[in-house]
């Protein structure tokens, strides 16, 4: 079963930029939909950002213009840059592939801290 590992994370200034990765442990060609999700302290995990296999994106409101996602299928390797970063995007980012028969699978999350 493929695994996923996030990088990336750290501190911030508001208005700064950061890149998250999420390394796949096999190939991500195969998988349709891959995305990031956020958990930040006393909230829900929320949806962030997602990409087909065919390059299609979608995000939520909060972030669009602002994250962009991608992923390349040749280094199974998907990213999350994050500019002009808020105070309120600071959480726990996690990525999530969702694979065959129903299964998701989810990296351990790397933490994103957004000073003022």
């Known amino acids: 079963q493929v695994q996923l590992v996030e990088s990336g994370g750290g501190l911030v200034q508001a208005g700064g930029s950061l890149r998250l990765s999420c390394a796949a442990s096999?190939?991500?060609?195969?998988?349709?939909?891959m995305g990031w999700y956020r958990q930040a302290p006393g909230k829900q995990r929320e949806f962030v950002a997602r990409?087909?296999?065919?390059?299609?994106?979608n995000y939520v409101d909060s972030v669009k213009g602002r994250f962009s996602i991608s992923r390349d299928n040749g280094k199974n390797t998907m990213y999350l840059q994050m500019n002009s970063l808020k105070p309120e995007d600071t959480a726990v980012y996690y990525c999530n592939a969702d694979l065959r028969f129903g299964l998701r699978i989810w990296g351990q999350g790397t933490l994103v801290t957004v000073s003022s």
């Open positions: 990409i087909s296999s065919g390059g299609s994106t």
């Open positions: 096999g190939s991500i060609a195969g998988i349709n939909l």
